[in-house]
């Protein structure tokens, strides 16, 4: 499905995010920023080890050690992804963050548009942030996902969002939210 929103394109397929050409490839990360599981360990391994190099420069020197908080972002460059950059997001946990886990899954995604729109990248790819390992209710973060990047795109000239969904029954429902949000705003 693909919808125009102020002449940017919002669009929602099925697949595997590695294999999709993008300017940003945005991976749900955990605070570690050294890999795991789930899309994470597919981003890793599908860009080399350089990726890891980086994150590790990333964890000592900007972030002095310490975890990336959640709902922050931080950006490497793709290596052998098919991607110019990769943006690394730590979604939260369900049922963690008393109450706050939408404004935390939200800022997931403004965050990295904003740091994508900043270096002036055109195209940028999202899994379903949270939805695996961390438990969010995937009918519950698509809405906040789709209102997220709707509201960004209303008010930027951006290009082009793509939201890769990993199943058939992921895919539907962020259709449903999709339709949703369009019916709301028309
Ligand atoms: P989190 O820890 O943020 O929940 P997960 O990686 O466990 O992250 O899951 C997030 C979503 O990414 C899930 O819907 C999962 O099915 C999906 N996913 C896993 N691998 C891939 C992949 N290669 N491409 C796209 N989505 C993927």
Not at 19 to 34: C, E, H
Not at 38 to 64: F, P, S, W
Not at 104 to 109: E, F, M, W
Request: charged share 20%.
């Amino acid at each position: 499905m693909k919808a125009k929103i102020n002449g940017n394109t919002l669009e929602l397929i099925t697949g595997d995010i590695t294999q999709f050409s993008t300017d940003v490839m945005v991976n749900a990360a955990n605070g570690t920023l050294m890999g795991g599981g789930g899309v994470d360990g597919a981003i890793h391994r599908a860009a080399g080890e350089e990726l890891l190099e980086e994150c590790k420069a990333v964890r000592n020197n900007q972030l002095h050690g310490d975890l990336l908080p959640t709902g922050e972002a931080i950006m490497t460059r793709g290596y052998n992804l098919p991607a110019k950059y990769v943006i690394h997001t730590v979604g939260p946990v369900w049922g963690e963050h008393s109450g706050e886990e939408a404004a935390l899954l939200a800022k997931c995604y403004s965050h990295s548009l904003l740091l994508s729109f900043e270096k002036n990248m055109k195209r940028i790819s999202f899994p379903s942030i949270s939805t695996g390992v961390y438990g969010y209710p995937v009918e519950k973060a698509s809405i906040v996902a789709i209102q997220t990047i709707g509201e960004f795109l209303k008010s930027n000239e951006f290009g082009k969002v793509t939201m890769v969904l990993f199943s058939r029954e992921d895919y539907e429902t962020y259709v449903a939210a999709l339709e949703e949000y369009l019916s709301e705003w028309n």
